[in-house]
């Protein structure tokens, strides 16, 4: 499965636009791109995933660029409860192999 | 409602003995995680299984065990051959075959502290 390179931290005000960068500069054509979000000391939670057109869901967008080596989670109107590590995995739906490698993502504070 | 249910939310162990944590999902779904996570750091798996009576080790497998008896339970045994084991614990479920993976549904998690 492709790496993925998340920036460590990132601070929104309430309200607002969050908008969460994902290289993924390896990624293989078969490869869809997967968010979820960890709230501290709770199970991750899926957010949206995609292969290569946007994607929107009541949660939240995903925006995928032409080339496919980087995507943008957005969230419209971040609230205080939308503070999380939000994690970026690439990889291939193959039969036998649903394994889902998480990094460290990306720690998302929403500042009052 | 479906869901995953891992009991207990805390656990707690003295060095030297095994303690199993439970994990029940009634989704449905084929094929099961376990992870562990270390503070600051991000999941790391340990076991999973695509279907009853089967299952294969993860990356950090080296004492644990697990088993698949049925399909809505998989537990997780922390031997005392894990020399490390405090820390977070979370296990997953995931529909296993389709072409278009939906993603994995969470359990809450379970703590467990060695004292």
């Known amino acids: 499965d492709a790496k993925t390179t998340q920036p460590p931290s990132m601070d929104c005000a309430e309200g607002r636009a969050a908008n969460l960068p994902c290289n993924h500069s390896t990624i293989s054509g078969n490869e869809y791109v997967y968010w979820y979000r960890q709230i501290h000391s709770q199970g991750p939670q899926y957010i949206i995933h995609?292969?290569?057109n946007n994607e929107t869901n009541e949660m939240a967008s995903l925006i995928i660029t032409e080339d496919r080596k980087s995507s943008t989670l957005i969230l419209p109107h971040a609230t205080l409860r939308d503070t999380a590590v939000y994690y970026c995995i690439v990889r291939a739906p193959n039969f036998g192999n649903e394994k889902l490698t998480f990094g460290t993502g990306t720690r998302l504070t929403i500042i009052p | 409602d479906g869901g995953i249910t891992q009991s207990p939310k805390y656990l707690f162990r003295k060095e030297g003995q095994n303690v199993t944590l439970s994990c029940e999902q009634n989704l449905n779904h084929d094929a099961m995680y376990w992870y562990r996570q270390d503070p600051g750091q991000g999941l790391r798996l340990i076991y999973y299984s695509q279907i009853v009576n089967d299952f294969q080790k993860g990356d950090i497998a080296e004492g644990y065990s697990v088993s698949r008896e049925k399909k809505e339970s998989f537990p997780l045994t922390v031997t005392s051959a894990q020399k490390n084991p405090t820390a977070f614990y979370l296990c997953?479920?995931?529909?296993?075959?389709?072409?278009?993976?939906?993603?994995?549904?969470f359990g809450s998690g379970t703590r467990l502290t060695v004292v």
């Open positions: 995609g292969l290569k």
């Open positions: 997953a479920s995931s529909i296993w075959g389709q072409k278009l993976n939906y993603g994995y549904t």
